[in-house]
């Protein structure tokens, strides 16, 4: 299936190449802030999926400290000497690189790491559901137009068959066979036509403003679309339904309930004890310009483990394992809402889809037949043989039924779109 999106005119500000839809859900794509909002999103959450961030990598710091004071010194020793002085130098240097390397808490580690992934995951998810939205809603916006345009092109046709009719109403007036209410009513149907040309070219005027915002194109933006609307109609509901999970909304959902599930997994783990294995090397030096200790320096290595076992917090922990808990309960009756409901859009998106391709084939019989009724009487009241009455019903016909059958084509398409962006199958 082929669908032509031509836009000419001043997107840029200069004449554009014509483009087809697929180039314009791109266009959509590329500009879209909400999906820049979701792209960030899933960068931010890859970087954070880190073992680092989860603390399972070891952690190195470096300190240096160096004060350097002035001091009154008075001191007596055991050997009779006394030590006074005043503006007394002090330098007191402190350095220490130490590496710590946790060894185990519970595999909070491990539950934050995996945590850290399904998130990574998730958001990547909700911005395969973005894209599906902008598609579904372009797609929309475009066949929007189509449909009013084919309004248009309805009101434009009996617009025609009036201006016959006032033409014949003036020739017969001519020849003596038609009077003023003739004419007068022949003007007003046609002036009535031709107002509510204007208001369906405002109409498709914004709804082209409304598909350059989709885009993300200046409003003010020119552009023309030529099309007709054309509906798969291969679609099945058994297979819409088996593969309602591959939606990613749904995924989304599941990974919540994941999610929510290493959160109880790292929260238990805070009531396990901790080992931490330690090493670094430290160096200290203090130094005085009098007094009886001039110089003390020491330096070297160290290694050490710790081990921290939580007695008593007031069962804090606990209490917060169990709020964890019902957040995963909570996670997993949202996401079985969501399935219904989305179940539930489906069958309904599938009964306006089915009901309107059975209306369809009716309803395009009715409309050639309108067309046709209109021509016979409109050559009817050229001979005397119809009133300028029976000319405005087989109007009213026509028009009705050219109405119907857009609206059809549209609904039936619109139903389309939305099964396929339920059913995570939107593509060009």
């Given at each position: 299936m082929?669908?032509?999106f031509?836009?000419?005119?001043?997107?840029t500000?200069?004449?554009?190449?014509?483009?087809?839809?697929p180039?314009a859900?791109?266009?959509a794509?590329?500009?879209?802030?909400d999906?820049q909002l979701?792209k960030?999103?899933v960068?931010?959450?890859?970087i954070?999926?880190?073992?680092?961030?989860?603390?399972?990598?070891?952690?190195?710091?470096a300190?240096?400290?160096?004060?350097?004071?002035?001091?009154?010194?008075?001191?007596?020793?055991?050997?009779?000497?006394?030590?006074?002085?005043?503006?007394?130098?002090?330098?007191?240097?402190?350095?220490?690189?130490?590496i710590?390397?946790?060894?185990?808490?519970?595999n909070?580690?491990?539950a934050?790491?995996?945590?850290?992934?399904?998130?990574?995951?998730?958001s990547?998810?909700?911005?395969?559901s973005?894209?599906?939205?902008?598609?579904?809603?372009?797609?929309?916006g475009?066949?929007?137009?189509?449909?009013?345009?084919?309004?248009?092109?309805?009101?434009?046709?009996?617009?025609?068959?009036?201006?016959?009719?006032?033409?014949?109403?003036?020739?017969?007036?001519?020849?003596?066979?038609a009077?003023?209410?003739?004419?007068?009513?022949?003007q007003?149907?046609?002036?009535?036509l031709?107002?509510a040309?204007?208001?369906?070219?405002?109409?498709?005027?914004q709804?082209?403003?409304e598909?350059?915002?989709?885009?993300?194109l200046?409003?003010?933006s020119?552009?023309a679309?030529?099309?007709?609307?054309?509906?798969?109609?291969?679609?099945?509901?058994?297979?819409?339904?088996?593969?309602?999970?591959?939606?990613?909304?749904?995924?989304?959902?599941?990974?919540?309930?994941?999610?929510?599930?290493?959160?109880?997994?790292?929260t238990?783990?805070?009531?396990?004890?901790?080992?931490?294995?330690?090493?670094?090397?430290?160096?200290?030096r203090?130094?005085?310009?009098?007094?009886?200790?001039?110089?003390?320096?020491?330096?070297?290595p160290?290694?050490?483990?710790?081990?921290?076992?939580?007695?008593?917090?007031?069962?804090?922990f606990r209490?917060?394992?169990?709020?964890a808990?019902i957040?995963?309960?909570?996670?997993?009756?949202n996401?079985?809402?969501?399935i219904?409901?989305?179940?539930s859009?489906?069958?309904?998106?599938?009964?306006?889809?089915?009901s309107?391709?059975?209306?369809?084939?009716?309803?395009?019989?009715?409309?050639?037949?309108s067309?046709?009724?209109?021509?016979?009487?409109?050559?009817r009241?050229?001979?005397?043989q119809?009133?300028?009455v029976?000319?405005?019903?087989a109007?009213?016909?026509?028009e009705?039924?050219?109405?119907?059958?857009v609206?059809?084509?549209?609904?039936?398409?619109?139903?389309?779109?939305?099964?396929?962006?339920?059913?995570?199958?939107?593509?060009?």
């Amino acid at each position: 299936m082929l669908y032509f999106f031509l836009l000419y005119g001043s997107l840029t500000g200069r004449a554009q190449d014509v483009l087809r839809l697929p180039d314009a859900v791109n266009i959509a794509l590329k500009n879209s802030l909400d999906i820049q909002l979701a792209k960030n999103d899933v960068e931010a959450n890859t970087i954070l999926n880190n073992r680092g961030v989860a603390g399972g990598l070891p952690l190195v710091t470096a300190t240096v400290t160096d004060n350097e004071q002035v001091s009154t010194i008075n001191q007596k020793l055991n050997t009779g000497v006394s030590i006074t002085r005043n503006a007394a130098a002090v330098n007191n240097l402190n350095s220490n690189l130490s590496i710590s390397m946790l060894l185990y808490n519970g595999n909070r580690v491990v539950a934050a790491k995996s945590r850290l992934a399904q998130l990574q995951k998730q958001s990547q998810d909700l911005l395969n559901s973005q894209i599906q939205d902008i598609i579904g809603a372009v797609m929309t916006g475009y066949y929007d137009i189509v449909r009013q345009q084919s309004y248009l092109i309805t009101i434009e046709r009996s617009i025609d068959a009036s201006r016959q009719q006032l033409e014949i109403v003036q020739t017969s007036q001519k020849a003596g066979l038609a009077n003023n209410a003739d004419l007068f009513q022949a003007q007003i149907d046609l002036n009535a036509l031709l107002q509510a040309q204007l208001s369906q070219q405002l109409i498709i005027e914004q709804a082209k403003t409304e598909l350059l915002r989709l885009l993300t194109l200046k409003p003010d933006s020119v552009i023309a679309i030529k099309d007709t609307i054309l509906v798969d109609q291969t679609i099945s509901l058994d297979n819409l339904l088996n593969n309602i999970h591959q939606n990613p909304d749904i995924l989304a959902s599941d990974e919540q309930v994941r999610i929510n599930e290493l959160i109880v997994r790292e929260t238990a783990a805070f009531r396990y004890p901790s080992v931490r294995a330690t090493a670094g090397y430290n160096f200290n030096r203090n130094q005085a310009a009098a007094g009886q200790l001039l110089l003390n320096q020491n330096y070297g290595p160290s290694v050490g483990l710790s081990i921290g076992i939580p007695i008593y917090n007031g069962s804090i922990f606990r209490r917060q394992q169990k709020v964890a808990e019902i957040n995963v309960r909570n996670a997993e009756l949202n996401k079985q809402v969501l399935i219904r409901d989305y179940r539930s859009q489906v069958v309904k998106s599938y009964q306006t889809y089915a009901s309107t391709l059975k209306q369809l084939a009716t309803e395009q019989q009715n409309y050639i037949l309108s067309g046709q009724l209109l021509e016979l009487v409109l050559k009817r009241f050229q001979f005397k043989q119809a009133t300028i009455v029976d000319v405005k019903n087989a109007q009213q016909s026509f028009e009705a039924s050219g109405f119907r059958l857009v609206n059809l084509n549209y609904a039936a398409k619109s139903a389309e779109i939305e099964l396929k962006r339920l059913g995570n199958q939107l593509a060009l």
